[in-house]
Every structure is written in C-alpha cells, then in structure tokens.
C-alpha cells in the first residue's frame, strides 16, 4: 500500500510540473495578446488608412496629370497654332472638335476653354462664343465670375487653380459642381500666345473616392494648395461637418496620422498631400467602427484557445500514466544493477542516472586503455621500422605484428602527409580523426597504419601491400588522396618514397618520403609527389628560365599588369614541368621577390615602407608552395604598375586636348580629312580614330560635323548671310549636302531653323 501511494505522489508530481511548462508560456501569451492586440489593431489601421489615402492622392494625381499633357500637346501641336475668329473662321470648328475628344477621353475634365491672345471669341468643347456677350450667358457661375475668368486666362502666370465652383452651363439642367485648372500656352516656354482653362468636375473625383474607399464608415476630404475645398465625402451617421473643418484647420501638416477625440469618440485622421497638384488630402476613420471586425475575431480565437488548453490538460493526463509504467520497471532493473535493491526509498531517475553513468565510466576507461595501448605499440612499431632499430616484444601489440608479418604481405612502402600552411591553426583537434580516417581507407590488399611524425603538421603513413598488388598501388593512393582532400577541404599533400620488398630497406623508402614533401614549394600544395619520379626526371642547371624572368622585368618595367600574369605563368609552368633542383627553385623565387624589390624602389619608394606592408615577403621558408610566392609577387606587382600607369596618365589628358583643339581650329577647312589630322600627329588614321573614340566617345568625323552643325546654327541665328555663303563659311563645298546633314543634325532645314528662331524673337 505504501508503494502505491509513492507511485501516485510521484505520477502527482510530475504531472503537475508538465500541466505548468504546458499552462506557462500559453499564459504569457494570452496576457501579451490582450494587452497588445488593441495597439497592433490601431497601428495596422494607420498604416491601411494611410495607404488607401496615398493610392488615392496617386490616382487623383494621375488624372490631373492629363492636363499636363493636354497642354504640352496643345503646345507642340501645329493643329493648335494661334489664330482670330475674324481672319480664319474655320478654324474654330477643328479647334472645338479637338476639345471635344479630350474631353471625351479625360472622365476628370468636364469642359475646357481655349482662347488665344488677342482673339474676341473663346472656344470650348460646347461651341465658340464671343467673350462680351455670349460667353457669360452660356456659363453661369453661383460663385464666381466670368470676368475673373477671362482676366485668369489672360494672365495664367504658371497656371492657376480655382475651387468649389459651381457651373451653370446653359442647356444643363443640373448645375456641376468644379474646379478650374488654368494653364498658358507659350512657344517651348517663351512667348504666352494664349491659354487653357479646364474644368475638372467633382462627380469624377468622388468617384475615385468611393471606388478606393469601399466602406461608408470614411469621412474624405480634399483642398487645394490654397486651403479652398475642392470636395468632400461624410458618412450619414458621421459628426457633422464643421466638427472634422476645424481639426483640418488647425492641422498643423506635419504629422501624418493622428487621434483626435470626438464626442467621446476616437477617430483617427490621416493626411498627405500631392506634390504634382499640391491639394491635401484627409481622412477621418471611427476607430471602433473600423475594428469591430478585428475584435470580435479577438474574443472567438480567446474562446478556441481555452478550448485547446482544456484538451491539453487531458492529453497530458493520459500520455503521463502510459508513459509511467516503463520508468518504474527500469527503476527495479536500475537498483538491481547497482545494488541489489538495497535503497528503496531511492528517486527512479536517480537510480537510473547512477546506473548509466557506472556503465560509462566503466566503458570509458576500458575504450581508454585500449585506445592508449594500441597507439603507442602502433607509434614505436612504426618509429622502429623506418630508423632500422630492433624492436622489443614486450613494447608491440600482437595484432599490429601479425598484420606486418602477415605472409601475403610482399610489399612496403612510407607515405607521409603534410597540412598546408594555411589549415595548420586546428592541427591539434584534428590529427587523430584525420589518421583514423586514412586507416579506414584499408583494404584486402592495402594496409594502412598510422602514426604522428616529429615534423609538426605531419603524419608517417605505413603501406602495406599484398602481392599481385603492386602495380596498382599508385591509383589508390591517387583516390585516397582525392578523397581526403575533397572531406577535409584542405591541402593534404602526400609525398611518396620508393617502394621495397624487404622491412630492412624501410628507412631508405622514408627518406624519400621526406624529399618528395621538401618538393611541394615547386609542385604546390595538395599534390601527390613520387620520390622515384624526381629521381629520373631532375634536368640540370641548364634548366634555369632566364628568357621568362627577363619577360617579367620587362613587364614589371612597362607597367602592364596582364602581361607580369602572363610572364609568372610562364615561370610557374617551366617549375612544375621540369621538376628542377629545389634549390635552384628556391634561387629563382628570390630572383623574382628581387625584382619586384628593386621595382618599387626605382618609383623612388622606401623599401621599408614595402616590407611594412608586405612583411613575409624575403621569409621565403615560410611559404610551402610556389602559387603561394607569386600571389604576394602579384600583389606587390600591380601596386608598381598602379603607380607607372598614374605617371603617364597627365600626359595621356593633355594628348587628347590637342587631338581637340586641333578640331575646333580646322574644322572649318574644305580640306580637313582625317588622314590629314593623322599625318600632323604623326600617327596611323586607323589607331589615331580609335584612340580619339575610345577617350572621347565619338569619332574624329562626327566632332568635325558637330563644331560644323553649331557653327551654322550661329551664323543663321545671328546674321542675315544667305545659306550658300554659311555652307562656304563651315567647311562645305556642296549646298546640297550641307543643307541634308543640317537636317539630320537639327531635324529642319537652315531656312526653317532661321524662320522659327526669326518668329520666336
């Protein structure tokens, strides 16, 4: 019985402590959804009011902007050039047919007025009318008046705007309610020879208000620049509207959305204002109207939470009494283990912590002497096989020897791996992962052991080989070494010594091993290097590149970075292929650091301010690959020819200013060709015109037409000279031809250049 209820004092327990991990963080987000659910709610409903009001101001801003292109075409129109009534009657109906199809294309425009200077009629897209009599019979204006309009029209300065106007035009029953748009019409901004008056009706703009604001709760309205009201949109259960006329006036339209406090109420008011029209618009939104939707969304999504929470009490309830029955038998099995249930008032997780950690301890310290054993009799077995020293048995590990002794063993052979440079920092944690992973590499009929050599960043590899084996051995080392690299991602290089028979000729396969390392400055970093193969194949002295270091102080000398590339390639590939002494290797990477050296001092630079920047630069040992020595002569090379190319550079600014000036003074020479400029500066015309392009941008022919083209343009601007004698003046002997190109050059011809600019004077 008392078992029993200690079973259900910890089930109680436990359960509890799941019921509040489970309860706690729903909890915190409850109150945290409560508390900031509102303030989100509000923020989101600035953001959308302000969002629909800016689509709206851009909508009302695009529409508005049809007038501007209405003018600019009316401007640039021949079909729109000034006339009077009196002289060309005719002219009237094309001019109020043309109104007629703006309007009907521009739902915003209602009506436009034209009248040009000087002229007694005005023409709309209604008709034409006689400005002293007809005109104020036709619109009738409650508050305004037609004279203000005509004088308006008259001096439209950079265009006026005129606000809640009331229209009656006559034969419309129903007055229109507007805004008058005036714009001047001038020739290509000089000279006002007229203007346009445009009637923007406000059915067209509340439109556009209720198309973007799809609910009845918004209250909009819209001023212009001058704070006159254009139109407005009020709700039917909305304040009245003098209540949102005073908020707008004191507004001081800088903030973009603020609260404001009406009858108890919070509405939020939003403002911006166009910088094509200038017209400000606002909008006034009920605060709760707007998140009646939100907040009762809040109260049924509280109600499915507690729901959630409910069901989750119970699915814990549940899972806690099936899960308990396994825990209390793994107790007993516990205590048993350790101590024959001899506690047993003990805690089951303590009982099964203590077992647990027992049996690793205990198989920690087994794993330890094992692993402590083998690699020791691994790290002397092999250290006595590659110095020729005899081996004693009590020092050896009795698998490692039969694997050695193994009679199908017929060949051996030592590989040593080196870690680059520039992955040596982890060497410590990695050393024993990388050697277990060669050794897992083994095979049938290759073996490989190994060990920690007393070079740092080094390991001492053990081959060996079954017979039948042999000629295979160097494809699998290939993949090894691949594989290797391509896990790790770092530059393992392996050196390779000879290959023997017999365990007495180790020593001498370890030697080789640690020449073909030495090699890696040559061959580069990440390679597979066969002592036998630098064995037959060192040329001699001979050998040494003197013609690709002679190309590289020459390309050092000319300041040409492509070519000091081009030329250490040279030098790189002449090291790689020939496989020269390491000394004379070594003998030509000082020669190449000692022309760079030299380079830069003769800049009139101080070497010490090189070696501050570049300090390995002479520590040659220090680099382990001939790549790495040439990207730091690279480096040092492009500063030498940064600073060559930048002394050359005022030189080159002030050739192409003569190439110029030459231009300007004979282009105006019937005889001016471009053989004739290449002959003067003594250059080819083929490169002298591709260098001129290259630095200028256009060709020698088209700068000769362009001073050309500019100078006829003065001379029929600013002289009454006949074109024949402007042809001679410029160069060209053929009236023809210089009137065509005139026209390609300005789009007219010199006499219809001379009238237009004779006009606009």
């Not at 050039?81 to 009657?89: H, L, M, S």
């Not at 499915?304 to 825990?327: D, K």
């Not at 270091?549 to 040279?570: T, Y």
């Amino acid at each position: 019985m008392l078992t029993i209820n200690r079973r259900l004092s910890y089930y109680k327990r436990n359960l509890i402590s799941y019921i509040f991990l489970f309860f706690l963080p729903v909890l915190i987000f409850i109150v945290l959804y409560q508390f900031l659910f509102n303030t989100i709610l509000k923020e989101e409903l600035i953001r959308n009011s302000q969002s629909q009001l800016t689509s709206l101001e851009k909508n009302i801003s695009s529409e508005m902007n049809q007038i501007d292109a209405v003018v600019n075409q009316v401007n640039i129109g021949t079909q729109f050039a000034p006339f009077t009534y009196i002289e060309n009657p005719n002219y009237a109906k094309d001019r109020i047919n043309q109104l007629r199809r703006y309007t009907a294309v521009n739902p915003f425009i209602h009506n436009i007025l034209l009248h040009y200077n000087d002229d007694k009629y005005v023409y709309a897209s209604s008709g034409s009318f006689v400005l002293d009599y007809t005109f104020d019979n036709v619109f009738i204006f409650e508050n305004y008046s037609t004279r203000e309009l005509i004088e308006t029209m008259e001096n439209p300065g950079t265009g006026i705007t005129a606000s809640g106007i009331t229209l009656n035009l006559y034969g419309e029953t129903i007055p229109t309610h507007c805004s008058i748009v005036v714009r001047g019409l001038t020739y290509s901004g000089y000279g006002h020879y007229g203007s346009l008056a445009f009637f923007v009706d406000e059915k067209s703009i509340m439109s556009q208000i209720q198309t973007t604001f799809q609910s009845d709760i918004y209250a909009n309205y819209i001023l212009d620049s001058n704070n006159q009201l254009i139109t407005h949109v009020i709700p039917e259960f909305s304040k009245s509207d003098t209540t949102y006329r005073a908020l707008i006036e004191s507004h001081d339209q800088v903030a973009p959305s603020t609260i404001h406090k009406i009858n108890g109420d919070d509405y939020l008011m939003t403002y911006t204002t166009s910088e094509t029209t200038g017209w400000q618009y606002y909008c006034f939104t009920p605060v709760d109207e707007a998140l009646a939707v939100a907040i009762h969304t809040q109260r049924r999504f509280l109600i499915i939470v507690i729901c959630l929470l409910l069901f989750g009490l119970l699915a814990i309830s549940i899972f806690m009494t099936l899960n308990y029955s396994p825990i209390k038998k793994l107790q007993t099995l516990s205590k048993d283990f350790i101590d024959g249930n001899t506690n047993p008032n003990g805690s089951e997780l303590k009982d099964i912590e203590g077992a647990i950690l027992s049996l690793s301890s205990q198989n920690v310290a087994l794993n330890e002497a094992l692993d402590d054993n083998f690699i020791a009799a691994k790290a002397y077995l092999i250290g006595q096989l590659i110095s020729g020293q005899p081996m004693v048995r009590e020092h050896l590990d009795r698998s490692l020897l039969m694997k050695i002794m193994n009679p199908q063993i017929t060949d051996y052979a030592i590989v040593m791996a080196h870690i680059g440079q520039d992955e040596q920092d982890d060497w410590h944690f990695i050393k024993n992962d990388l050697m277990h992973d060669i050794e897992e590499k083994s095979g049938t009929y290759l073996q490989l052991l190994c060990t920690e050599n007393n070079i740092r960043y080094t390991i001492t590899i053990l081959i060996l080989l079954q017979e039948g084996f042999k000629e295979n051995v160097l494809d699998e080392l290939h993949q090894i070494h691949k594989n290797l690299n391509e896990k790790w991602q770092r530059d393992i290089t392996f050196g390779l010594g000879s290959l023997t028979d017999n365990l007495s000729n180790l020593p001498r396969s370890y030697m080789g091993a640690s020449t073909a390392i030495d090699y890696r400055l040559m061959i580069g970093n990440g390679s597979l290097i066969q002592y036998d193969n630098l064995v037959d194949n060192i040329e001699q002295a001979s050998t040494y590149p003197y013609a690709e270091l002679e190309q590289f102080k020459l390309a050092i000398r000319r300041g040409f970075p492509k070519d000091v590339d081009n030329a250490l390639n040279n030098i790189v590939a002449q090291i790689q292929t020939k496989n020269i002494p390491i000394f004379i290797g070594r003998s030509i990477c000082y020669e190449i650091i000692s022309t760079v050296v030299h380079s830069y001092e003769s800049l009139g630079q101080n070497h010490d301010e090189l070696f501050n920047k570049y300090p390995d630069i002479i520590a040659i040992t220090k680099y382990e690959s001939i790549h790495k020595i040439i990207e730091l002569v690279t480096l040092i090379s492009y500063d030498v020819c940064s600073a060559l190319s930048k002394s050359s550079t005022k030189e080159h600014i002030r050739y192409v200013d003569s190439l110029k000036q030459y231009i300007s003074v004979n282009y105006s020479s019937p005889d001016f060709s471009l053989q004739l400029m290449a002959d003067h500066f003594h250059k080819q015309a083929s490169n002298l015109s591709s260098f001129y392009k290259e630095n200028t941008g256009e060709n020698i022919l088209e700068s000769v037409t362009r001073y050309r083209m500019n100078a006829a343009s003065n001379y029929l601007i600013n002289s009454t000279l006949p074109i024949k004698e402007i042809c001679t003046e410029i160069g060209y002997t053929n009236v023809s031809s210089f009137i065509r190109r005139f026209k390609q050059f300005h789009e007219l011809t010199p006499g219809q250049y001379r009238e237009l600019y004779q006009d606009i004077t």
